[in-house]
Structure formats: C-alpha cells, structure tokens
Nanobody, 124 residues
C-alpha cells in the first residue's frame, strides 16, 4: 500500500532552519505532484508548498515565500521541505501529500495520499 513518511521535525529557535523529508513508497513517485501542508493548534490545515511531477514547477503560500523551498529526488522517492528563517508562527504539524495531477495543488481535496505528519515547533 501507499505510504508517505515524514521526518525531520523538531524544536528549534526562531531564525533557525530545518529540513523535512517525506519518503514515499507503494506509488510511482515520479508521476505524482507532491505537496506540504501544515496544521497549527486550533487552526485549519493550510497549504504550504507543492512541486509538480512533470517539470518541477513550485508553488508557495505567501507566508513562506522566500523562506521555504521544496525539492524532490525521484531516485530516492523523496520530497524535501527546506525551511529557513523559521518563525514561531511556523509551529505546526507538517504533512506531505501526493497528487496525481498538476493543478489545484494548493487545495487539500485533490490529494490522493497523506502522511501522518511531523511536528515542528519554533520557540521565540
């Protein structure tokens, strides 16, 4: 079955960096667009960033533009989220997700598979 496993979360101070990884199995990874979402305590899950499968186009939420980058390694079936200049408001559970298409990547409903999430906590 399909599995998406996030790792790399943790507790850091404001201004620090973290890199999250999401290892995929059970699907043809190179044919899926990949996204990252996050959910802060008491808030709805929100889109962070996504990368298409065909040409590696990226999409970012305004709140993370210029600080976060997304990349993928199809040979390793892994997508990465590099987070720099972290802020306390970035504190959330981060989820990766797989999407068969290349549109509406900022919308949860189109994603076919989800990971369990990894906690990121940024202290001030």
């Amino acid at each position: 079955q399909v599995q998406l496993v996030e790792s790399g979360g943790g507790l850091v101070q404001a201004g620090a960096s973290l890199r999250l990884s999401c290892a995929a199995s059970g699907l043809t990874f190179s044919r899926y667009s990949m996204g990252w979402f996050r959910q802060a305590p008491g808030k709805e899950r929100e889109f962070v960033t996504a990368i298409t499968w065909s040409d590696g186009r990226t999409l970012f939420a305004d709140s993370v533009k210029g600080r976060f980058t997304i990349s993928r390694d199809n040979a390793k079936n892994t997508v990465y989220l590099q987070m720099n200049s972290l802020k306390p408001e970035d504190t959330a559970v981060y989820y990766c997700a797989a999407h068969r298409r290349e549109w509406s990547l900022n919308q949860e409903y189109g994603y076919d598979y989800w990971g369990q999430g990894t906690q990121v906590t940024v202290s001030s």
